[in-house]
Nanobody, 121 residues
Framework: QVQLVESGGGLVQPGGSLRLSCAASGFTFSIYIMRWYRQAPGKERELVAAISSVGGSTNYADSVKGRFTISRDDAKKRVYLQMNSLKPEDTAVYYC??????????????WGQGTQVTVSS
């Protein structure tokens, strides 16, 4: 059974930090691109950060560059999102996503249930 379980969300003051964690099971974690998305109330879900399956190359939304860091531990089947210098506009539900593209052309996507991050004084 495929599972992605996020943890680490909560309430933090502006300028603070949080570290999100996503524990994976039920699939071959190491071959999947891992991503963090977020969705704020009334807004569409947006990609925040991604890390490749080989080499660990990363990319980030412009809004979080320099503040957030994505990393993965294939041995533990976990992906992390270190969030620093948090702003009120970072408030959202954060989702972990596992993505695989394969041949013949197709994709697989797994999602976690989300964890709430609230940035407020």
């Amino acid at each position: 059974q495929v599972q992605l379980v996020e943890s680490g969300g909560g309430l933090v003051q502006p300028g603070g930090s949080l570290r999100l964690s996503c524990a994976a099971s039920g699939f071959t974690f190491s071959i999947y691109i891992m991503r963090w998305y977020r969705q704020a109330p009334g807004k569409e879900r947006e990609l925040v950060a991604a890390i490749s399956s080989v080499g660990g190359s990363t990319n980030y939304a412009d809004s979080v560059k320099g503040r957030f860091t994505i990393s993965r531990d294939d041995a533990k089947k976990r992906v992390y999102l270190q969030m620093n210098s948090l702003k009120p506009e970072d408030t959202a539900v954060y989702y972990c996503n596992a993505h695989l593209s394969y041949s013949p052309p197709g994709t697989l996507d797994y999602w976690g249930q989300g964890t709430q991050v609230t940035v407020s004084s």
